[in-house]
């Protein structure tokens, strides 16, 4: 699958333009529910697909922050991590905002 990589740091304006309408690794498990309704989407995912269309309507986007213990925890430890990583596999490690598919409409932010 050809991507486009885009080098910003996360959680800008800018990344946040770059992930409008695209469904991310983070909710890749929605996928994966099978629901009760005639398509057998499962409500998270049918949910995430309004949001997403929502996104690719809207003109003017206010990108407030989202953050959880969990997301601050690893923003704080993603360095340490990269060191680290980088240390036992002796190689260096490139820092993406995001990775997006070119064919559809998916994509990722590499932590």
């Known amino acids: 699958m050809k991507t486009t990589t885009y080098n910003m ?15 991310s690794a983070s909710t890749a498990d929605e996928f994966l529910v099978n629901g009760k309704n005639e398509n057998k989407l499962g409500a998270g995912l049918l949910s995430t697909v309004r949001k997403k269309a929502k996104e ?5 986007h206010d ?6 213990s969990a997301t601050a925890q690893g923003i704080e430890r993603e360095p ?3 060191r680290e990583y980088s ?4 190689c260096n490690v490139e820092e ?3 990775v997006k598919s070119d064919e559809y409409r998916i994509g990722y932010s590499p932590d």
């Not at 690719?56 to 003017?60: A, F, G």
């Not at 240390?87 to 002796?90: A, C, D, I, P, V």
């Open 80 to 82: 340490i991590a990269r």
């Open 9 to 23: 740091e996360q959680g800008t304006d800018e990344w946040h333009i770059a992930k409008l309408g695209v469904f």
């Open 87 to 90: 240390k036992r596999n002796m």
């Open 96 to 98: 993406v905002g995001f």
């Open 56 to 60: 690719l309507l809207r003109i003017n």
């Open 63 to 68: 990108f407030d922050g989202f953050s959880t």
